[in-house]
């Protein structure tokens, strides 16, 4: 029988993160490993997260793997580059939550430049998801890493021009999340592009749901982009990234299960979210990671 | 939907007025506004009142190639005109048009061939345009056989159920949306449909011509059109256009979903 072979009119932006050693995420011109119609010049890639103090809501099987790094940023970046071969370090500025340590933006701004002294691979820096606290923070902390060219976030329809603008003027690329609304998301591109912020500077986030908690329903938004990305809607012809580690260890199954449940947990969501056209995959657990560049690396080659 | 801009037609006074002058900047201008109205094509004619329609065919042409390389719309009835203005086409160029006259046909579908062009077909022959979607339909399928017959994609084909203006010709417009509607089913690849919208509204007053216009372009585009030659500068047209398309799911919503399909 004859394989009908998908030939789309458009494809995916390609967005350039990081500045000593670059990488290229999107350019897709079809969807990711379909034998024949994949034209998918960079294969996705795997960040881990970083935390800028301990992360009190991880259960021990997750934390034993970095023992005390846990208690030094850098030194947390640096292993998780040379020890565990993360393509990208994604800096959770936690503690800049007013209802944790409330630490002040130069702090967060001297752990980021710790990181980005420790380690050269591109960065994605992400604040303690306080809205006002982190409009503080992002803004400060985007300028101190001028030039270095990171991915921040989070930009959402209610809270996108502080962060949208600090972007712009420090020449970094940012993360617009509506969470699993196709619609807001394409709304929310336009109007950061609307403030001459660069289409090709934009990385969207649908949310992410683990597997058990939402999965298929994100899934199947991020396919609907994807596959409006490529038949030429050019609002979503974005890149995604997906926080699979942060959603898979927040499961109960993987935070009580028997000792590998929860990378089983990490893997599963991952490897799913990959099919669903995710660029950016942000995770935890190191042997999590492992598995999934191998299964990236096997579906690629 | 793929959109042809009318406005290059010697039947309006300005462009008239230019081919004489040779006044490119007219022509440039026009060419450039069009394509900022987001038209994928230009139509291309002369007019009818040309004394030397192959030397203003020429200087059309070589005057729009020289801001742009979109597809134009050859629309002339001579032949001669015709394929000196396909030959001169950088991009993928179109004929407009054929009928469902044995000689058009034979004539057309060649040059069609040889210019690798797409082509619009009047479901006209030398009785003039049938009254109804039947006798429509009977000539559509005659353009689509002749079609396959010079081995052309029915896909390239664009079908023209020939909308006349509704102050004369009241009942045609519901026979020209059921010929849209099922021209789909003449061949595989379906032929595509077009229409020259503004014919419907020709001799109307001119205060209701915009809003005849686009109701009509609505009711066309919810029986499944796929291309229109129109007046892309006209804006409540065009937002009507885009609204139209996207409650048939043609985009997907967002509040600006005005401003983004003005941004593809």
Redesign the interface.
Known sequence: MERLIEKWQDKISEVVIGAKKPIKIGGETGIYFIDGEDKCPNPPVVAMEVWDMEPESWPEVLKSNFGNALKDPGEWAKLCVDKFSADLICLRLASTHPDSKNTSSEEAGKTLEKILKAVSVPLIVIGGLSPEKDNEVMAHCANAAKGENCLFGIATQDNYKTLTAACLSAGHSIISEAPID???A??LN??I?DMQFPADKIVIHHATGALGYGLEYTYSIMERTRL?GLS?????SMPMISFVGQEAWRAKEAKTGAKDTGVLWEIATATAYLNSGADILVMNHPKAVSEVKKAINNFTN | MFLIGERINGMFKDVAKAIKEKDKSVIQGLALKQISCKANALDVNVGPASSNPKEAMEWLVKTIKEVTDISLAIDTTKQDVMELGLSLCKSKPIINSVNANEEKMNSLFSLAKKYNASIIGLTMDKAGIPKDSEGRMELAMKIVASCVEYGIDTNELYLDAVILPVNVAQSHAKEVLKTIRDSKMLADPAPKTVLGLSNVSQGSSAEYKSLINRTFLTMAIANGLDAAILDVTDKELMDSLITAELLMEK??????YL??YR??
């Not at chain 1, 030429?232 to 979503?236: I, N, P, Q, T, Y």
């Not at chain 2, 985009?251 to 600006?256: K, M």
């Open positions: 196709i619609n807001i394409k709304q336009i109007l592009c409006a030429g809607d050019k609002m979503l | 985009q997907l919503y967002c509040d600006s401003e983004a941004k593809k």
